[in-house]
């Protein structure tokens, strides 16, 4: 069973930075059948594509409201992808969840995926 888990969320002030984490096990096939998607949910609001990294090629996407801020990066040999974000506006406050699944078509869809974390709460206030 795969499982993943977050870390990394916090409280910061806008214009800062911080990055999150999440952990996969559980991997029942070659990593180069699997994709690993960041979303996230703000109150009130539906869950959002964020970022997402192919685990083999290592080609990335990003939803167009952090670009240029927002990087994804895997590292295969610890299983983890890591979302570093910079220039944090208020509007990025949310819960971050990772998620992943085989032989996804499209990494912005959500129903694509199979397995979610949890989910890490990010909050971006003065």
């Known amino acids: 069973q795969v499982r993943l888990v977050e870390s990394g969320g916090g409280l910061v002030q806008p214009g800062e930075s911080l990055t999150l984490s999440c952990a996969a096990s559980?991997?029942?096939?070659?990593?180069?059948?699997?994709?690993i998607g960041w979303f996230r949910q703000a109150p009130g609001k539906e869950r959002e594509f964020v970022a997402a990294?192919?685990?083999?090629?290592?080609?990335?996407a990003y939803t167009d409201s952090v670009k240029g801020r927002f990087t994804i990066s895997r590292d295969n040999a610890k299983l983890t992808v890591d979302l570093q974000m910079n220039s944090l506006k208020p509007e990025d406050t949310a819960i971050y969840f990772c998620?992943?699944?085989?032989?996804?078509?499209?990494?912005?869809?959500?129903?694509?995926?199979?397995?979610w974390g949890q989910g890490t709460q990010v909050t971006v206030s003065s």
């Open positions: 990294i192919r685990w083999e090629s290592g080609t990335t």
């Open positions: 998620a992943t699944g085989k032989n996804i078509a499209s990494t912005m869809i959500s129903s694509e995926y199979e397995y």
């Open positions: 559980g991997f029942t096939l070659e990593l180069r059948y699997y994709a």
